[in-house]
């Protein structure tokens, strides 16, 4: 999956608590969301197999609800344990929170490659929560990947998620290549334009114009 820009948003959290090398049963002192919430600081630290060796500590003495599911998901995906993470946001997305697991399909789907079936898991997680701006996003990039039947529908995803969160550089972005896409090239510049610095422009430009090409030379094989 190309990560180039941040163009699949992630779920956003709160500041972590630290957490000390040496895992600790769970006691009065330690409770369930503190030790959630510092093992959710090592996954948004990219060190996902410590996270799953705390989750798994938390599992011996914890029952797993759904933000253990949640969490656990998110390590297995960072380890390309695909088959394991589907199954994992499977149940989540029978909890609660099914927006969350449906998001998180679609998370592996797109790391596979599988756009059609990322962009069906994203349609459930909208459908679940229609005003994340998050899901939104990753929905409208997951249909930038389906030719150009998929482009009306991918601007209008976008530009909700953009409309919901308009200092999201990542759904910016996104936004502009859709433009580029189906040729609104003005509107696309006029975007660019509004980035603060030169030098984030043209590497935004650049970015824009590569990937575009690509999409062009891919719909032209097939």
Do not use: C
Request: overall charge neutral; aromatic content about 8%; proline content about 3%.
């Amino acid at each position: 999956m190309d990560r180039a820009y941040d163009a699949m948003m992630e779920p956003e959290h709160p500041a972590p608590q630290e957490m000390t090398e040496a895992a600790k049963p769970i006691d009065a002192s330690s409770t369930r969301k503190l030790y959630l919430n510092a093992v959710r600081g090592l996954i948004d630290q990219g060190r996902y197999k410590a996270a799953l060796a705390y989750l798994d500590q938390y599992a011996v003495s914890e029952k797993g609800g759904a933000e253990y599911l949640s969490l656990r998901g998110e390590a297995l995906l960072g380890t390309g344990q695909y088959d394991a993470a589907v199954d994992t946001f499977t149940e989540l997305a029978g909890t609660g929170r099914a927006a969350d697991g449906y998001a998180g399909l679609g998370r592996v789907a797109a790391a596979r490659g599988n756009w059609s079936e990322a962009a069906e898991h994203f349609g459930n997680a909208v459908g679940a929560r229609p005003a994340s701006a998050e899901y939104l996003n990753n929905l409208g990039y997951a249909r930038l990947h389906l030719g150009p039947e998929a482009l009306k529908q991918a601007e209008f995803n976008l530009r909700q998620a953009y409309e919901l969160s308009p200092a999201s550089t990542s759904i910016r972005n996104n936004l502009v290549l859709v433009l580029m896409m189906r040729g609104e090239k003005r509107e696309a510049q006029r975007l660019i334009d509004g980035i603060a610095t030169r030098k984030e422009r043209l590497a935004v430009r650049d970015f824009a114009r590569s990937w575009v090409k690509d999409q062009e030379k891919k719909q032209a094989v097939n």
